[in-house]
T-cell receptor, first 114, second 116 residues
Framework: DAMVIQNPRYQVTQFGKPVTLSCSQT?????MYWYQQKSSQAPKLLFH???????NEADTPDNFQSRRPNTSFCFLDIRSPGLGDAAMYLC?????????????FGPGTRLTVT | AQTVTQSQPEMSVQEAETVTLSCTYD???????LFWYKQPPSRQMILVIR??????QNATENRFSVNFQKAAKSFSLKISDSQLGDAAMYFC?????????????FGTGTRLQVTL
């Protein structure tokens, strides 16, 4: 019973060629998150949506954009990928509001930039 | 800003033995949540255990338990009767009670190996 689905699992793109990663969820959660995780490092939050409200982290490069057309789907767009953007990209969801709500993670998309 | 520190990049434990993973954090808040997440190789991250800071009682989930020391800002994870399936990267994470999204601050992780 997949709850947070990410496609594709592996993505290869060329330096400077725009790429889109997708995430969908069956949990009907208010909040969706995108993380970047480089090898053997902690996930780094790029941004999150609370319903339709977009929240960017202060240090997220402008090269990264996101769209959430509806509750179930969220996309990560990398406008001009550089070699430093090669990483695992994790999507996660959670309920909104106060409380110790856990985040549910997808399996990730591993991005390679050539 | 809150920070989370995991000082053990790698740990190893024999099957059926007990291991403790360390986590410390820094915050000026009095109420918050703490989590341990597990990320197995090539598999998705899942929640292991959570602790509300206002609760004095340490959380337990089957073989997993925490030692929460609020004054010392310490939140260690104990895994009892370790199994091969416990081999993974373990991340300690902090969540503030302010804000309506469950934004997490992660530590750098501890890679746990389980040997026969």
């Amino acid at each position: 019973d997949a709850m947070v689905i990410q496609n594709p699992r592996y993505q290869v793109t060329q330096f400077g060629k725009p790429v889109t990663l997708s995430c969908s969820q069956t949990l009907n959660h208010n909040v969706m998150y995108w993380y970047q995780q480089k090898s053997s490092q902690a996930p780094k939050l790029l941004f999150h949506y609370y319903d339709k409200d977009f929240n960017n982290e202060a240090d997220t490069p402008d090269n990264f954009q996101s769209r959430r057309p509806n509750t179930s789907f969220c996309f990560l767009d990398i406008r001009s990928p550089g070699l430093g953007d090669a990483a695992m990209y994790l999507c996660a969801t959670s309920r909104g509001g106060g409380g110790s709500y856990e985040q549910y993670f997808g399996p990730g998309t591993r991005l390679t930039v050539t | 800003a809150q920070t989370v520190t995991q000082s053990q990049p790698e740990m190893s434990v024999q099957e059926a033995e007990t291991v403790t993973l360390s986590c410390t954090y820094d915050t000026s808040e009095s109420d918050y949540y703490l989590f341990w997440y597990k990320q197995p190789p090539s598999r998705q991250m899942i929640l292991v255990i959570r602790q509300e800071a206002y609760k004095q009682q340490n959380a337990t989930e089957n073989r997993f338990s925490v030692n929460f020391q609020k004054a010392a800002k310490s939140f260690s994870l104990k895994i009892s009767d370790s199994q091969l399936g416990d081999a993974a990267m373990y991340f300690c994470a902090y969540r503030s009670t302010t804000g309506t999204a469950s934004k997490l601050t992660f530590g750098t992780g501890t890679r746990l190996q389980v040997t026969l």
